[in-house]
């Protein structure tokens, strides 16, 4: 069978179609970049309907289908942001209506997960999955994805992101700010906040905004990543040890970091435990996550009627039965 995922959380409008094998036939997004400043939800949602059916056209194109080929429709629900959720939904309800089929329900967490442990082949990891709008550290335990960890308030990649924006830097930050840590050569102390197995980083990224123009901007940037990835991997440390899963799955946009690939990989080393991460085409925001965890959803039955599927920008994955593993 054939389902075709949307995607509209954030600043990504994707589309991607997948196979009941888990063959990807097409991952078409288009990204949304403020001219300056962060993403505001309005604009990003004008965007998602500007470039919706550019987007699902060229990924039918790629996938060389035509829409009635289409077997479900799988949408990201949430989290999210609500304009943008709002939009994608549309389309996702529009396209179940015209084509008769099954709508299926995705939270936008779970995808990154299910994305990672196909393209891996890892039946069974600690999750690190970082993002722009997401830290966590989740493991499948008794039906669910529990979460070992995570931010109390900004995401990894937020925080990372503005502090890039601070110093002139355009989007996307993180890997630019860690071109400029190459250059760093002196550490420079700055607030490492680990509470019980969860990070916070709105402090850490307040004091690093404020010691710019006081310090040189290669010392700051390599000191910053150095702790928001340094507590990141301590808590996902404890996690494997508590956990005792003999391997460990980086996922999400920040998951194409080669310093925090570095670094978890250290971190699995010192524990025997294998250390995977999700290819980069796959990393970020997109459909085919979407339309594949659509299938795994689809196949236990789960579908939504199109008059209940209202979105939930705070959708939790520890929410989620997930039926498809035992
Ligand atoms: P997502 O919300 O999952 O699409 O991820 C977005 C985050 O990924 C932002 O914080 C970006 O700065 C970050 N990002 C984008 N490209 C890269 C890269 N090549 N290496 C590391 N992080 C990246
Ligand atoms: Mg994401």
Not at 247 to 264: C, D, K, M, Y
Not at 305 to 315: A, V
């Amino acid at each position: 069978m054939i389902i075709l995922g949307i995607e509209s959380t954030a600043h990504t409008f994707g589309c991607g179609i997948v196979t009941s094998s888990g063959k990807i036939l097409a991952n078409v997004k288009s990204e949304y970049v403020p001219p300056s400043g962060g993403i505001h939800p309005r604009e990003a949602s004008q965007h998602h309907s500007l470039k919706a059916s550019s987007t699902i056209k060229k990924a039918l194109e790629e996938a060389k289908i035509n829409l009635n080929e289409v077997d479900a429709i799988a949408i990201s629900l949430g989290p999210g942001l609500g304009p943008c959720l709002r939009t994608g939904a549309t389309i996702a309800r529009a396209l179940a209506l015209l084509l008769d089929k099954p709508l299926i329900p995705v939270n936008h967490c779970i995808a990154h997960i299910e994305i990672g442990r196909l393209i891996t082949g890892e039946e069974d990891p600690l999750v690190v999955y970082v993002s722009g709008g997401n830290t966590i550290v989740s493991a499948f335990s008794d039906g669910r994805y529990r979460i070992f960890g995570e931010t109390l308030d900004i995401a990894l990649g937020n925080c990372l992101d503005v502090f890039a924006r601070h110093l002139g830097l355009q989007h996307p930050g993180v890997p630019k700010l860690e071109a400029m840590a190459e250059k760093g050569r002196n550490f420079i102390p700055l607030p490492y906040i680990v509470k019980g197995q969860d990070v916070s980083y709105s402090g850490l990224l307040t004091t690093a905004i404020r010691k710019i123009g006081q310090f040189d901007q290669f010392d700051l940037s390599m000191s910053l990543l150095e702790v928001a990835y340094g507590m990141l991997a301590e808590v996902a440390e404890r996690a494997l040890a508590h956990t005792e899963k003999s391997s460990l799955l980086l996922t999400g946009g920040v998951a194409r970091s080669p310093r925090l690939q570095r670094i978890l990989k250290l971190v699995c080393e010192e524990h025997s435990a294998k250390f995977y991460v999700v290819s980069p085409e796959l990393a970020g925001d997109n459909g085919a996550m979407i339309a594949w965890t659509g299938y795994l959803a689809f196949k236990e039955n789960v579908t939504i009627p199109i008059e209940s599927s209202y979105i939930k920008s705070k959708w939790r994955l520890d929410e989620v039965e997930i039926p498809w593993r035992k």
